[in-house]
């Protein structure tokens, strides 16, 4: 006997959870599509009419009340508010803002800055950000949040505020977006004002959002965020839900999300010695070579002891230490956005063989690439 499940989402949600849920459909679910941009109480009215087993849905103000109300099986898969008799799943918002600014460390950024929206997520990635720079300042503008319906659409104007807060921002900065569109109106004020991305600033965003960042100028580097994991988490305890109703945890469900995904709006580092900046360069060039510090140094004519001495002083680590860095952050994002073997993705990374990859990758993370792989997939 099939299971009929109502997504109640909006398009932008579909398609993100789609490539985790399809595999469900041979274990017959049958997938309804409520789309979530109408009047509550019509909502309601089309989900009763579509007699559904168990239900998946954003959370949304009285909306997400009223769909959890109607006593069915639910499971609200993008929120860490608790609802009773539903399961809430969603992506630890402050480990968002912790992996925003670990890459803006890594790069040697001084000065630090945050666009957020006062959303409750918002304000959890805002604070995993500013908690993981510790006693830095962090610079913030508030963009009030329009209908979730924009979230795709691209019309909304840079406002004189915005661009005059970016005007005044210590230079070279590093921009942390709660949100791609966000970082995309960001990048938009940038260009008005003639600040050069990402010289000047560099923006980081986050969802990893193909149709946001593939299309802005320059192309946004942005948090990955697990939809996949997401996706069939949902799927799987609608399922429990189904068959044991009282089965619902007593606490949200929060995945982690995956690494920074660079594109073109952030530089390698934000350094002003040129040395240092000519050794990252280097490193990056010859990424997939077999590099060492003194080939590095002896190609750039530099001094390897001056250079080890600077990068103690900038970057608070040794050149080798951030090749290592630079090669992990590599194979953290072919491990979550290919299938790629490990050891091609070793080789692809710099790593010189497999074994030697997995011991410097679970160094760095706390987990195997294997492993790793697996919770972000």
């Known amino acids: 006997m099939s299971r009929r499940i109502v997504l109640a989402t909006a398009d932008i949600f579909v398609r993100r959870l789609v490539p985790a849920l399809s595999p469900f459909v041979p274990a017959r679910f049958d997938f309804r599509i409520v789309n979530i941009h109408r009047r509550p109480a019509e ?22 009340e009223a769909i959890v109300g109607m006593g069915l099986p639910t499971v609200v898969a993008d929120s860490d508010t ?14 968002v803002g912790r992996e925003a600014a670990t890459f803006f460390r890594a790069a040697g950024y001084a000065h630090f800055a945050c666009v957020h929206n006062g959303m409750p997520y918002s304000t959890q990635r805002l604070a995993g950000f500013q908690n993981a720079l510790g006693s830095r300042d962090v610079s913030r503008f508030t963009q009030p949040e329009r209908s979730p319906r924009n979230y795709m659409e691209s019309w909304n104007e840079p406002t004189t505020a915005l661009r005059q807060w970016l005007r005044k921002l210590p230079k070279p900065v590093g921009i942390f977006a709660v949100h791609d569109p966000l970082g995309r109106l960001v990048l938009d004020a940038a260009a008005e004002e003639d600040i050069r991305v990402p010289e000047d600033i560099a923006v980081v965003g986050a969802n990893n959002d193909e149709m946001v960042c593939g299309l802005s100028h ?10 996949s994991n997401i996706g069939t988490l949902a799927a799987e305890w609608i399922q429990r ?19 920074v995904i660079p ?3 952030t530089t390698l580092a934000a350094i002003e010695d040129a040395e240092i900046r000519r050794v990252l360069q280097y490193f990056r060039d010859h990424l997939r070579s077999p590099i060492s510090v003194g080939t590095a140094c002896a190609a750039l004519r530099l001094s390897r002891r001056t250079v080890e001495r ?3 002083l900038y970057l608070n680590m040794s050149p080798w230490e951030r090749l290592n860095a630079m090669r992990v952050e590599a194979a953290k994002a072919l491990l979550v956005t290919t299938s790629r073997p490990l050891a091609i993705v070793a080789e692809e990374a710099g790593f010189p063989n497999a074994e030697r990859f997995s011991v410097i990758f679970t160094r760095h993370t706390g987990a195997s690439p294997r492993h790793y792989r697996k919770l972000h997939a």
Not at 55 to 64: A, M, N, W, Y
Not at 82 to 95: K, M, R, W
Not at 242 to 256: C, E, F, G, V
């Open 241 to 259: 839900l189904i068959q044991r109703p009282a089965s619902a945890p007593k606490h949200p469900l929060l995945i982690n999300p995956g690494p």
């Open 310 to 312: 600077k990068f103690a």
């Open 263 to 265: 594109r073109h709006s």
């Open 43 to 64: 909502i309601v009215k089309r989900i009763g009419e579509l007699k559904p087993d168990g239900i998946i849905t954003e959370s949304l103000p009285r909306l997400t």
């Open 218 to 227: 320059p192309r946004l580097s942005s948090v990955e965020i697990p939809w």
């Open 82 to 95: 608790l609802y009773p008799g539903a399961v809430s799943i969603d992506v630890n918002d402050e480990a």
